[in-house]
């Protein structure tokens, strides 16, 4: 089963750092867990209705986390 999250974080300044997710990650404000896709979408959307998300100072990230993969 995949599971989501849903991710609300700050977004940084573009000058002078390395915008690299894995070595320097945004800051994070808000994590939420979600069971399926649509739940995950729904929760996005309303994340992006905030203010410091539509003016662009923060972001909305949908990880999907625990994926199966099929064994052949």
Do not use: Y
């Not at 915008?19 to 945004?26: G, L, S």
């Not at 994340?47 to 662009?56: S, T, Y």
Request: overall charge positive.
């Amino acid at each position: 089963m995949t599971r989501f999250l849903v991710v609300l974080t700050d977004v940084r300044p573009v000058e002078g750092i390395e915008r690299n997710e894995r070595t320097a990650p945004e800051r994070r404000r808000q994590v939420v867990g979600a069971s399926s896709r649509e739940a995950a979408d729904r929760i996005a959307g309303a994340f992006m209705a905030l203010g410091m998300v539509r003016a662009g100072r923060q972001r909305v990230k949908v990880i999907a986390v625990g994926r199966r993969h099929a064994r052949d």
